[in-house]
């Protein structure tokens, strides 16, 4: 088989993945149900699990928004904002215990207010969510006490975060690995001592909210209340568990002072509004491009169709949340696909008419609209980029519904160049050479 055979055969089997993919989870075809199995794939220690199925931001499944206001006036400036990254990062952890997945947890500074705000889809239960984000973080310390049998277990001690200062990543001055420092108070560190005394060679866990954490082994007493955790650590990781530190070390009590709910009537009939709207456009776009161009048209609208099935596919599979932004972004991403195909058909039909043969044209084509194509396309991937705000740039204040128009974007143009590159491409290629072999 030559290259291009194995292309063709490697997009037509993408297409069919992504076909049963989109599927709905359980299909009816005329008296048969057809149930579509989850994903579920062990993967060393975890698993790969999928269920396949959109997830919903909260504009379109409706339920909760709530605004906190953080009590930080005990704290002194430079903990303030630490704090509160303490805070957010423990209530995006107890609502993933709830249940809530796809939960949107932002801090926001207004004047001397420090807010944290919470949008929680689908939720039914407001008041016991309610009570399970405000309560105060409780970090706690467990040394490790032999029973009667040989068995040991974890017995708690009175060491607790109202000792721990704060937690910092750092690195081991001997490795130079990422590592986590601890800075105890004066009690604290007379505490952690006579723990650190009876355990060497033993493990001393974490807890944070009837959760482990970590239970590192103590290697030597420590007396000066400084503690170093080492292991296996990126400096993400490390980062991770300072925060998580942080939240019982920093506790600062939260209270409610907006909540609103969102029904999800609202959210289906934007959903139906914009399906449908995105419906008619493809399909005049479809009807345009084989109108206009012809059968180069067509096997552009065929490329179309795979790049919506992929779309989709890869929207299960991330999962990506979608909201009402993130469905224009999407529908503007099929328009800068189209846009790509016109560039190459009107660069090919130039080509032509200085009397090249169709095959060298459409080379052509692809070559000289390349430059075009990728600059267009470089732009917006850049926008999205700073939309997405990966870093938490303080100037810009991105929300989850710019977010998710920025996600959703910038997949759709990475997919789009794809399909153009790889796919369109190759269904030209195999097409066109046969007309001249005829």
């Given at each position: 088989m030559t290259k291009r055979k194995y292309l063709l055969l490697f997009i037509i089997i993408l297409t069919l993945l992504s076909l049963f993919v989109d599927l709905p989870q359980d299909l009816k075809l005329f008296s048969l149900t057809i149930h579509?199995?989850?994903?579920?794939?062990?993967?060393?220690?975890?698993?790969?699990?999928?269920?396949?199925?959109?997830?919903?931001?909260?504009?379109?499944?409706?339920?909760?928004?709530?605004?906190?206001?953080?009590?930080?006036?005990?704290?002194p400036q430079a903990d303030k904002d630490p704090a509160l990254e303490a805070s957010k990062e423990n209530i995006q952890r107890r609502v993933n215990l709830f249940g809530i997945s796809e939960a949107n947890v932002q801090t926001s500074k207004l004047g001397d207010e420090y807010r944290l705000i919470v949008e929680l889809p689908g939720v039914k239960d407001i008041n016991q969510a309610i009570d399970l984000i405000g309560q105060t973080a409780q970090l706690s310390f467990y040394e490790t006490e032999n029973s009667g049998t040989d068995s040991a277990q974890l017995k708690p001690t009175d060491l607790t975060g109202a000792d721990l200062i704060r937690a910092k990543p750092e690195f081991d001055p001997n490795t130079g690995n990422p590592a986590v420092g601890l800075e105890f108070n004066n009690d604290g560190a007379k505490k952690f001592s006579e723990i650190t005394s009876r355990n060497v060679g033993k493990p001393v866990a974490i807890v944070l909210d009837n959760q482990l954490l970590t239970a590192p082994n103590v290697q030597e007493p420590i007396n000066n209340g400084l503690a170093v955790i080492n292991g296996t650590?990126?400096?993400?990781?490390?980062?991770?568990?300072?925060?998580?530190?942080?939240?019982?070390?920093?506790?600062?009590?939260?209270?409610?002072?907006?909540?609103?709910?969102?029904?999800?009537?609202?959210?289906?009939?934007?959903?139906?509004?914009?399906?449908?709207?995105?419906?008619?456009?493809?399909?005049?776009?479809i009807f345009f491009m084989a109108a206009y161009y012809g059968w180069l048209g067509v096997l552009a609208d065929i490329g179309l169709i795979i790049y919506g099935l992929l779309t989709l596919a890869v929207y299960k599979l991330a999962p990506v949340t979608l909201t009402l932004p993130g469905i224009a972004g999407f529908l503007l991403s099929v328009g800068m696909a189209v846009d790509a195909n016109i560039l190459i058909f009107e660069r090919m039909k130039e080509e032509l008419r200085t009397g090249k043969p169709r095959h060298i044209a459409m080379e052509l084509g692809f070559g000289r609209a390349w430059d075009s194509i990728r600059d267009a396309n470089a732009c917006t991937l850049i926008t999205s980029f700073v939309l997405l705000n990966p870093f938490n740039w303080s100037f810009l204040n991105t929300s989850g519904l710019v977010r998710g128009f920025a996600l959703t974007l910038g997949m759709g143009v990475l997919l789009s160049l794809f399909t153009g590159i790889v796919v369109t491409r190759t269904i030209l290629r195999t097409f066109v050479k046969k007309e001249v072999l005829k």
């Amino acid at each position: 088989m030559t290259k291009r055979k194995y292309l063709l055969l490697f997009i037509i089997i993408l297409t069919l993945l992504s076909l049963f993919v989109d599927l709905p989870q359980d299909l009816k075809l005329f008296s048969l149900t057809i149930h579509r199995p989850v994903i579920n794939i062990p993967l060393g220690t975890s698993r790969f699990y999928r269920d396949l199925e959109i997830k919903k931001g909260i504009d379109l499944a409706g339920g909760a928004h709530l605004v906190f206001q953080a009590d930080v006036s005990n704290l002194p400036q430079a903990d303030k904002d630490p704090a509160l990254e303490a805070s957010k990062e423990n209530i995006q952890r107890r609502v993933n215990l709830f249940g809530i997945s796809e939960a949107n947890v932002q801090t926001s500074k207004l004047g001397d207010e420090y807010r944290l705000i919470v949008e929680l889809p689908g939720v039914k239960d407001i008041n016991q969510a309610i009570d399970l984000i405000g309560q105060t973080a409780q970090l706690s310390f467990y040394e490790t006490e032999n029973s009667g049998t040989d068995s040991a277990q974890l017995k708690p001690t009175d060491l607790t975060g109202a000792d721990l200062i704060r937690a910092k990543p750092e690195f081991d001055p001997n490795t130079g690995n990422p590592a986590v420092g601890l800075e105890f108070n004066n009690d604290g560190a007379k505490k952690f001592s006579e723990i650190t005394s009876r355990n060497v060679g033993k493990p001393v866990a974490i807890v944070l909210d009837n959760q482990l954490l970590t239970a590192p082994n103590v290697q030597e007493p420590i007396n000066n209340g400084l503690a170093v955790i080492n292991g296996t650590f990126t400096v993400e990781e490390a980062k991770k568990l300072s925060i998580q530190l942080n939240a019982g070390a920093l506790p600062i009590p939260i209270k409610i002072i907006e909540q609103r709910n969102i029904g999800a009537t609202l959210g289906m009939e934007s959903v139906n509004k914009s399906v449908r709207a995105g419906l008619i456009g493809l399909g005049m776009v479809i009807f345009f491009m084989a109108a206009y161009y012809g059968w180069l048209g067509v096997l552009a609208d065929i490329g179309l169709i795979i790049y919506g099935l992929l779309t989709l596919a890869v929207y299960k599979l991330a999962p990506v949340t979608l909201t009402l932004p993130g469905i224009a972004g999407f529908l503007l991403s099929v328009g800068m696909a189209v846009d790509a195909n016109i560039l190459i058909f009107e660069r090919m039909k130039e080509e032509l008419r200085t009397g090249k043969p169709r095959h060298i044209a459409m080379e052509l084509g692809f070559g000289r609209a390349w430059d075009s194509i990728r600059d267009a396309n470089a732009c917006t991937l850049i926008t999205s980029f700073v939309l997405l705000n990966p870093f938490n740039w303080s100037f810009l204040n991105t929300s989850g519904l710019v977010r998710g128009f920025a996600l959703t974007l910038g997949m759709g143009v990475l997919l789009s160049l794809f399909t153009g590159i790889v796919v369109t491409r190759t269904i030209l290629r195999t097409f066109v050479k046969k007309e001249v072999l005829k």
